[in-house]
């Protein structure tokens, strides 16, 4: 079946302006994360859904960062005032549970550059 | 707070080669473990994981884990590695016996290069 999806792959903006990130997960997912990689590191958290509610939000690095999933599916990260150290690989993952045994499903990420 | 270390951060080998990547966490409580792998121009894929029962697990491509409790590690190991065998790898925990059961902390990141 079809895999975690992202849009757009790449997002070039410019300093001050709003972005929005798209993630659909595999279907019947009900889990859903957000992470952030920056060149050179691993993934870091910013949060994760267990359906629609944020169960863990504890990642985020400020409140220009926050993230809807209003349905259940599809998720919506949403930066405000972007500052040039935004600019990371903002990666998408789901799994059928927050408690699944069988790990995360990555997406191919969103990179975003902040001019 | 959680933390993991990969010990390096590039290992070049050459076909046939033996490997072994470290990895360490800083957790006392009962975790989970993984290991992704991010092959070039792809996204990342879980290579193995330790949940519980046997602390030598085997994942997919011939990759095996140890989990050493007492020396808070996870080892990745490969008895022969192969061309396509390079990529990035990383190291995750996740606390089991937390609220935040979703979270993932990785690790840096261990760039893989095998020659042929």
């Known amino acids: 079946g079809a895999g975690v999806s992202q849009t757009p792959s790449n997002k070039v903006t410019e300093k001050g302006k709003y972005v929005e990130l798209r993630c659909d997960p595999i279907?019947?997912?009900?889990?859903l994360y957000w992470y952030r990689q920056s060149l050179g590191q691993g993934p870091e958290f910013l949060i994760y859904?267990?359906?629609?509610?944020?169960?863990?939000d504890s990642g985020l690095p400020n409140d220009r960062f926050f993230a809807v999933r209003p349905e259940g599916s599809v998720s919506t990260l949403k930066i405000q005032r972007t500052e040039r150290g935004d600019s990371a690989v903002y990666l998408c993952?789901?799994?059928?549970?927050?408690?699944?045994?069988?790990?995360?499903?990555f997406g191919p990420g969103t990179r975003l550059t902040v001019l | 707070a959680q933390s993991v270390s990969q010990h390096n951060h590039h290992v070049i080998l050459s076909e046939a080669a033996s490997l072994e990547l470290g990895c360490n966490y800083s957790?006392?409580?009962?975790?989970?473990l993984f290991w992704y792998v991010q092959y070039p121009g792809q996204h990342l894929q879980l290579l193995l994981k330790?949940?519980?029962?046997?602390?030598l697990v085997k994942g997919i491509k011939g990759f095996e884990a140890e989990f050493i409790k007492s020396k808070f590690s996870f080892n990745l190991r490969k008895p022969s590695v192969q061309w396509s065998d390079t990529a990035e790898y990383f190291c995750?925990?996740?606390?089991?016996?937390?609220?935040?059961?979703?979270?993932?902390?990785f690790g840096q990141g261990t760039i893989l290069t095998v020659h042929p």
């Open positions: 993952a789901s799994s059928l549970r927050d408690r699944a045994q069988t790990g995360q499903f």
């Open positions: 279907s019947g997912h009900t889990a």
């Open positions: 859904f267990q359906g629609t509610g944020a169960a863990d």
């Open positions: 957790y006392g409580g009962t975790v989970n």
């Open positions: 330790y949940f519980s029962g046997d602390p």
């Open positions: 995750a925990v996740r606390d089991a016996g937390g609220t935040s059961y979703g979270k993932l902390t």
